[in-house]
């Protein structure tokens, strides 16, 4: 089982999708590291040696992922939210802050729907 920045890659996945699971590593990401490190992207984690682990965790760890990429995430929305900007605003909220319509979609930022009841009470139209 290889460990690289803290996290446990999947044993059973090829070398190029399983360093996906790094916070801040994706494909395109991965494919550098593999092409720098010179490791073949078909190859098992299971079947890596301990050279070619070492080289991709070398690698890897020049980046910011991880920790450090979350601290630095979290700190850059706190900030907008400090200096009140409008996208600061829209996180607090939790909105969309990009220019998404919210009259429609956006469910999975405001919610489930909430039924609203017809425009009598229970109250009227017992009389």
């Known amino acids: ?13 090829r070398v190029i999708v399983a360093l996906t ?4 590593v994706g494909p395109t990401i991965s494919q550098k590291v593999l092409t720098q490190t010179k490791v073949s992207p ?5 079947d890596m ?16 992922v991880e920790g450090d990429l979350r601290r630095e995430v979290s700190s850059s929305v706190k900030r907008l939210q400090d200096i009140q900007s409008y996208r600061g605003v829209r ?3 939790k ?3 990009r220019g998404q319509r ?3 979609n956006a469910r999975t930022k405001r919610g489930k729907r909430v ?4 425009g009598r009470s229970k109250a009227a139209a017992k009389t």
């Not at 078909?42 to 299971?46: A, G, S």
């Not at 039924?115 to 017809?118: I, K």
């Open 102 to 104: 919210t009259k429609t």
């Open 1 to 13: 089982m290889a460990r690289i920045a803290g996290v446990n890659l999947p044993n059973d996945k």
């Open 42 to 46: 078909d190859t098992r984690v299971k």
């Open 91 to 93: 996180h607090g909220k």
């Open 49 to 64: 040696s301990d050279d070619e682990v070492q080289k991709v965790r070398m690698a890897i760890e020049s980046n910011t």
């Open 115 to 118: 039924t609203v009841g017809s």
């Open 95 to 97: 909105l969309p802050l």
């Open 21 to 24: 699971a790094i916070y801040g």
